[in-house]
C-alpha cells in the first residue's frame, strides 16, 4: 500500500492496559486476525493502526466491540471516539451506578 491510499488512525488503550498488559497484547492479535490488511504499532498507551482508505473507522470500533465480549470485558470497558485531535478511538471504562433500594 503506498502512503496516499492509507490512512492512520489511533486507540487510546490506556485504560485497558491497567487493569493487565496481555489484554491489550490479546487485542492487537484479535485485530491482526480480523483485519490482516491492517499495520499496527504499539506506542506505549496508544495502537497506531494504519489501514486502506477503502476500510472504515466503524469497523475498527465492531472488531474492538467484538474482542471485549470475547473476552468478558464488555461489561467493564467500550470504545468511545477519541475526543482528541487524533481521528481513532479510546476504550474506556465504563461508569456503574449501583442503587440500593431501601423498602420502608
Do not use: A, W
Amino acid at each position: 500500500m503506498s502512503e496516499s491510499e492509507t490512512k492512520k488512525i489511533y486507540v487510546d488503550i490506556r485504560e485497558l492496559s491497567y487493569k493487565k498488559d496481555q489484554y491489550v497484547q490479546d487485542l492487537v492479535v484479535f485485530l491482526k486476525e480480523k483485519l490482516p490488511q491492517l499495520e499496527i504499532d504499539r506506542k506505549s498507551n496508544e495502537l497506531e493502526i494504519t489501514m486502506p482508505l477503502s476500510l472504515s473507522n466503524r469497523s475498527i470500533k465492531l472488531r474492538i466491540k467484538k474482542f471485549l465480549y470475547k473476552t468478558d470485558l464488555k461489561d467493564d470497558y467500550r470504545p468511545i471516539s477519541n475526543p482528541g485531535d487524533k481521528e481513532g478511538y479510546k476504550v474506556k471504562l465504563r461508569k456503574v451506578f449501583e442503587t440500593s433500594y431501601i423498602n420502608y
